[in-house]
């Protein structure tokens, strides 16, 4: 499910989202996508039992312990620890499971798909934000600073 109308659907409709395996390292890919979705108006709810705390938010040691609905589940974990997840995921009433880009786990995607989840596999969050809702940057590209052309 990531065509592009779903992808649309569900990062306009979902406001909550628990990361799990989201590190307090600021130079990690889930610290960096939690970040962005955080000042793009998301609430982020660390899932990592290693930290108390991730970008002032309490973090929680896994999701059934998360007090509070969350709306999608994006997985920064092996393939091989996403079952239990997504387990997880239908237990506290997710709507969506995301899986990120090289999270690839079939059985996860059918536990979740027989649940109702919307499921979103191989591809992150962050990026489809910014390529549907204008957050992509040229980088440089139209600048003059970067160019396909040889110097004169």
């Not at 979902?14 to 970040?35: D, Q």
């Not at 499971?97 to 109702?116: P, S, T």
Request: charged share 20%; hydrophobic share 45%; glycine share 6%.
């Amino acid at each position: 499910m990531s065509d592009i109308v779903t992808l649309r659907r569900v990062l306009r409709d979902s406001h909550t989202i628990a990361v799990v395996g989201l590190s307090a390292e600021w130079h990690r890919p889930s610290y960096f996508a939690a970040k962005y979705m955080q000042q793009h108006g998301y609430r982020i709810v660390p899932v990592n039992p290693k930290y108390p705390e991730i970008l002032g938010e309490k973090s929680y040691p896994d999701l059934k312990s998360i007090p509070f609905p969350v709306d999608l589940v994006d997985v920064f974990r092996k393939p091989q620890d996403c079952v239990p997840i997504a387990q997880d995921a239908v237990a506290i009433g997710a709507r969506v499971l995301w899986l990120q880009i090289g999270v690839i786990n079939e059985e996860a995607k059918q536990i979740a798909e027989d649940a109702g989840l919307t499921v979103i596999v191989d591809r992150c969050v962050k990026i489809e934000y910014a390529r549907l809702f204008g957050g992509l940057n040229w980088m440089g590209v139209n600048t003059g600073i970067i160019s396909a052309r040889r110097p004169l």
